[in-house]
């Protein structure tokens, strides 16, 4: 059972317009949903995160949208470049998981910003 | 890579051979994870730890192994080597997991062709 569904696969979007990735949950006992940032040949890295009593965060040209009704997460990069091209994961994690708060991937977004 | 160092970074094997893969932190952080990433499959936690010499399965694990007798080395091992796990291989680090942290560090992968 995939815990985390994430869309879309691929996403290609033009310089300055807005790249919008999908992740919809099931498990209400998630607490800490974040986003990572992966370049080819490099390893996945913090974006940005949110935690569900939060509707919004903002930093920078990244916000994450949370529907915790929906169970639902999104996020959204404003005016989008070239150089935020890679491929984008969300994540969920269970607190209730014993000794480790592991955390549950999508399957992955990647996004190409064109010129 | 947050002080993570894994090694090999690439690795050619035969089908049957053992192999076994390394990661090194300088983070002294309790937690360390092995996932394996595919195509289509996002990030799958194969092992993790939650400190030395203790361990626990995630959701891949069969056909590894691993091993922590110090703080800051987590080994994974493939006792006999299948074309199936030729992947490409990550380990990560997480500090804390009380509920406002569980940023996952990762490094720069390992990646192994299984012939």
């Known amino acids: 059972q995939q815990q985390v569904k994430q869309s879309p696969q691929s996403l290609i979007v033009q310089k300055g317009g807005i790249s919008i990735i999908n992740c919809a949950y099931e498990?209400?006992?998630?607490?800490?949903f974040p986003w990572y940032q992966q370049f080819p040949g490099k390893g996945p890295a913090l974006l940005i995160a949110?935690?569900?009593?939060?509707s919004e965060k903002k930093e920078g040209r990244f916000t994450i949208s949370f529907n915790k009704s929906a169970k639902q997460f999104s996020l959204h990069i404003m005016d989008s470049q070239p150089g935020d091209s890679a491929t984008y994961f969300c994540?969920?994690?269970?607190?209730?998981?014993?000794?480790?708060?592991?955390?549950?991937f999508g399957d992955g977004t990647t996004l190409t910003v064109k010129p | 890579d947050a002080g993570i160092t894994q090694s090999p970074r690439h690795k050619v094997t035969e089908t049957g051979t053992p192999v076994t893969l390394r990661c090194h932190q300088t983070?002294?952080?309790?937690?360390m994870y092995w996932y394996r990433q595919d195509p289509g499959h996002g990030l799958r936690l194969i092992h993790y730890s939650y400190g030395v010499k203790d361990t626990d399965k995630g959701e891949v694990s069969d056909g590894y192994s691993v091993s922590r007798s110090k703080t800051e080395d987590f080994l994974l091992t493939l006792e006999s080597a299948t074309s199936s796990q030729t992947s490409v291989y990550f380990c990560?680090?997480?500090?804390?997991?009380?509920?406002?942290?569980?940023?996952?560090?990762f490094g720069a992968g390992t990646r192994l062709s299984v012939l």
């Open positions: 949110i935690r569900p009593d939060v």
């Open positions: 498990n209400t006992a998630f607490d800490y």
């Open positions: 983070e002294n952080h309790r937690y």
């Open positions: 990560a680090i997480s500090e804390r997991t009380g509920r406002s942290k569980n940023i996952q560090y």
């Open positions: 994540a969920a994690r269970n607190p209730h998981n014993t000794n480790a708060g592991k955390s549950t």
